[in-house]
């Protein structure tokens, strides 16, 4: 993802929440600090290239959807659904999550060899304190929302699922499936639905970009609201 192309997007999101965008560089610095000159994880050896990747989210359908899981070539799962995948003894490629609610199994997972692509962003920064230094530095892939610092890149994307798609279309993914994604969750609070929203808009952008459309998509396609996006 080009930052220049990205950064309208992110401002429109920056606006619509009331977050800082200074909050989220000073994230991205600490996180950038606590790297320290430590050789991240190699990208390249994800080997996304022309596969079939799941996104696997953390919606309450992901159990329903682990046929779709075990179909695909890899699995980029978005925080916990790598965890709830574990258990039921589905493995994943790599883990995208910006720590809410599971460090110790992100801990757990960077230091069996899981790349995990850690976001830093303004909430939470004492987060990004506390456990990047315990990560497995070879299995980290740094990242922020605001303009990359390398080794911390901007991939695109707001929540850990869009995130998570947007990793693996850069590294070249053929083809994208959704297990376990539920714009409509009644389970969320009024935040999270907003967020939800925004995934969906990212997605639809994504997929315009690729020239693909995506199943989960197809219910609420013709009423995104793409004021936003640059399609």
């Not at 991240?40 to 329903?64: C, K, N, Y």
């Not at 959704?178 to 969320?188: I, L, Q, S």
């Amino acid at each position: 993802m080009n930052f220049e192309l990205w950064e309208p997007v992110y401002e429109s999101i920056l606006a619509d929440f009331g977050y800082d965008r200074g909050a989220d560089e000073r994230a991205r610095d600490v996180l950038y600090r606590h790297l320290d000159g430590r050789e991240t994880f190699d990208l390249q050896t994800l080997r996304l290239q022309g596969q079939t990747v799941a996104i696997a989210g953390a919606g309450p359908s992901l159990e329903a959807d682990l046929d779709t899981v075990r179909a695909a070539d890899a699995v980029v799962a978005a925080s916990t659904a790598a965890d709830r995948l574990r258990a039921k003894g589905v493995p994943v490629d790599c883990v995208v999550t910006d720590l809410d609610k599971h460090e110790e199994r992100v801990v757990s997972f960077s230091r069996q060899g899981v790349p995990v692509a850690v976001h830093a962003h303004g909430d939470n920064l004492m987060t990004i304190e506390e456990t990047v230094p315990q990560l497995a530095s070879h299995s980290l892939i740094p990242t922020t929302q605001a303009a990359p610092r390398p080794p911390v890149r901007n991939f695109g994307g707001f929540t850990d699922g869009d995130r998570a798609a947007f990793l693996a279309d850069h590294l070249g993914a053929a083809e994208l499936t959704f297990p376990g994604w539920d714009f409509d969750d009644p389970t969320v609070d009024p935040e999270k639905a907003r967020k939800l929203r925004w995934a969906e808009r990212l997605l639809y952008w994504l997929e315009c970009r690729r020239d693909e459309r995506f199943a989960v998509l197809d219910n609420s396609r013709d009423t995104i609201d793409t004021s936003p996006l640059p399609v």
